[in-house]
């Protein structure tokens, strides 16, 4: 069974305090990994996709890392307006398109 | 482009009605789409997943009876929770699937989320 662990739960960091966010994944076969922003009340919104170990994304402050059994989230000097709940999720590669999610991390940027 | 909507965005309804949420992918066709449900500060899961013009399936534990799921289109999924009770609270969350081309895996892109509240 697909299992995904993101770490911290929770996290506070003042305006301009670099950090990285954990999704920890164990799946068969990876298809992809995705992160998601989630802000209160609202659906997700797509970030990236990550599917071969090595590979990184970037978009503006953030940048995505992936090796072949964790991600990373980087937020580089964070804006109270990245504030929000980053999720992860997989998929697995035998053709299902399902996703996995993760329990999210709570970004809180303090200004 | 990838924009999803759904509709409505709250509902409440008293006990024992049938409430149904539309979801729309706006600017691109949808082979697959999906639902999930969300309770307060915890993560999205997965309910059913709908395929154009076939029977939805629908993940362990999930009634099938209850919640009605239609996909007569590649841009319409429709979910119908049929007598619901307040236990059926909760954030109703939509997602398509988009083909990201050659060998990237498809990406689901998700609605607004309609917050059902049943009295």
């Known amino acids: 069974e697909d299992q995904v662990t993101q770490s911290p739960e929770a996290l506070r960091l003042q305006e301009g305090e670099s950090s990285s966010l954990n999704c920890s994944y164990t799946?068969?076969?990876?298809?992809?990994l995705f992160w998601y922003r989630q802000d209160p009340g609202k659906g997700p919104e797509f970030l990236f996709t990550l599917y071969s170990a090595g590979e990184e994304k970037e978009k503006e402050r953030l940048k995505a890392t992936l090796t072949k059994k964790e991600s990373f989230l980087h937020i580089t000097a964070p804006k109270p307006e990245d504030s929000a709940t980053y999720l992860c999720?997989?998929?697995?590669?035998?053709?299902?398109?399902?996703?996995?999610f993760g329990t999210g991390t709570r970004l809180t940027i303090i200004p | 482009g990838a924009v999803v909507s759904q509709h409505p965005s709250w509902v409440i309804c008293k006990s024992g009605t049938s409430v149904k949420i539309e979801c729309r992918s706006l600017d691109f066709q949808a082979t697959t789409m999906f639902w999930y449900r969300q309770f307060p500060k915890q993560s999205l899961m997965l309910m059913a997943t709908?395929?154009?013009?076939?029977?939805?399936?629908?993940e362990q534990g999930v009634e099938k009876d209850k919640f009605l799921i239609n996909h007569a289109s590649l841009t319409l999924s429709t979910l119908t929770v049929t007598s619901a009770h307040p236990e059926d609270s909760s954030f109703y969350i939509c997602s398509a699937s988009r083909s990201a081309g050659g060998v990237s895996p498809d990406t689901q892109y998700f609605g607004p989320g309609t917050r059902l509240t049943v009295l």
């Open positions: 709908s395929n154009e013009g076939s029977k939805a399936t629908y």
């Open positions: 999720a997989v998929q697995e590669d035998f053709g299902n398109e399902k996703l996995t």
């Open positions: 799946v068969s076969g990876l298809r992809g």
